[in-house]
């Protein structure tokens, strides 16, 4: 009860609620002690998430506490201050286009958007997906015309695998070998992507919102407000009376969900859900948190900020990841800092992860076992307050 009540005062003062990130995998590797001092602990930091129950809580995935695990040396630094890992290099240095970024911070009558997608009555949604969430996130995985195809538009490699406590480089190279153009040109794509440099991944420092990184959020907004996935979550949050019939009241509602700032680690307005979930954030005592889209991973990674360590073994065997993979969990490290465990959906296209995501946070819980395509999956859904705290994949075991 005294967790509960310090968690709800922790949200109240925007600390740092919401930070709890993927379990660990290597739960027999650990012992029964060691857990119970991981569940102690955890119960006593975090406030108890929207719909949670005891039972549900499965301290097999909690995540380690992410440690730097060596220094990184001198190098030249970005204008943020981050400093180059430099310990593997990109096997295809790439170049994003970045032709129409400037556009995306034009006023809104000046704007040039795509057209809207016909998909007729297929974002209506069936009494079944109502009724079954796992259906409805069928339909939006379906509903990703975006989605690429391992293979024809990126390639990876997966390197060897480990268990989460280890701690070699089982990567040869990087993940991803390469990306085709032609993503960064798909307008939901470019647009996205012009919004991850708008953010200081170190926690407790303050964000400054320009007027024209507002418009970058609002044009974002729009663009992907045209595909089949976030008209399909709209016809459906109205059909339970979630949210307005009025798609410009939705799409205002998506926005600030996403962008508004909130507090996290004692400082307010230092955070956001779009900054946590995909881009990232590091905190004072070297950890990292969030950072599970493959966009920003592939991007990070051709800068040179991020170094592949490895994928983490399933718990079912005969399911080694390969190319083809696009749920994949992981292991690397962000300008030295190392993530044990961290997990991905790969080649889904933004408006995708917004729907799948926003979808799970209305209308879920904190654990949604659900099925995209041929994978399992356990989308992990925390709150804080009215906020997303953190959103993100595991692969069902």
């Not at 949670?52 to 097999?60: L, V």
């Not at 919102?209 to 109205?238: D, G, N």
């Not at 019939?245 to 507090?263: H, P």
Request: glycine residues 8%.
């Amino acid at each position: 009860m005294e967790g509960l009540i310090n968690g709800f005062i922790n949200v109240a003062l925007g600390a740092d609620g919401g930070d709890r990130e993927e379990q660990q995998h290597g739960r027999d590797d650990r012992s029964r002690s060691s857990w119970a001092e991981v569940v102690s602990q955890d119960q006593q930091d975090h406030p108890l998430p929207h719909h949670q129950h005891k039972e549900q809580y499965r301290p097999q995935y909690e995540e380690p506490q992410s440690q730097s695990s060596y220094k990184p040396q001198k190098v030249d630094e970005g204008e943020d201050g981050w400093q180059t890992v430099g310990r593997k290099p990109s096997r295809h240095p790439h170049k994003v286009q970045k032709d129409n970024w400037n556009s995306y911070k034009r006023p809104a009558d000046e704007q040039e958007y795509s057209n809207e997608v016909e998909v007729g009555a297929d974002v209506e949604p069936s009494e079944d997906e109502l009724a079954d969430l796992s259906r409805a996130c069928e339909k939006l995985w379906a509903l990703d015309l975006n989605r690429l195809v391992p293979g024809l538009h990126y390639e990876i490699d997966c390197g060897e695998g480990k268990k989460v406590y280890q701690k070699e480089d089982m990567a040869q190279g990087s993940l991803f070998t390469w990306v085709s153009d032609d993503v960064f040109r798909k307008p939901t794509f470019a647009r996205f992507l012009s919004l991850l440099d708008n953010y200081n991944p170190h926690q407790g420092c303050k964000e400054v919102v320009t007027s024209e990184e507002r418009q970058e959020q609002a044009s974002f907004i729009e663009e992907i407000s045209r595909t089949a996935p976030i008209k399909y979550l709209h016809k459906y949050l109205a059909s339970k009376q979630i949210v307005s019939g009025n798609y410009q009241d939705f799409k205002r509602m998506i926005t600030s969900l996403w962008f508004d700032l909130y507090g996290r680690g004692g400082t307010s307005g230092s955070s956001s859900a779009f900054e946590h979930v995909f881009v990232g954030e590091t905190k004072q005592c070297g950890e990292v948190s969030g950072f599970h889209n493959w966009l920003q991973f592939y991007l990070e990674e051709a800068k040179g900020r991020v170094d592949y360590q490895g994928y983490i073994f399933p718990r079912r065997r005969g399911e080694t990841p390969d190319s083809e993979a696009q749920l994949l969990t992981i292991q690397f490290e962000w300008n030295g800092v190392l993530k044990s465990v961290s997990s991905t959906l790969v080649g889904v296209s933004p408006e995708f992860e917004i729907a799948l995501y926003t979808l799970c946070f209305y209308v879920g819980r904190e654990d949604n076992h659900i099925q995209l395509g041929p994978y399992g999956v356990n989308i992990k859904c925390y709150r804080l307050g009215d906020r997303i705290g953190s959103v993100f994949p595991i692969a069902d075991s």
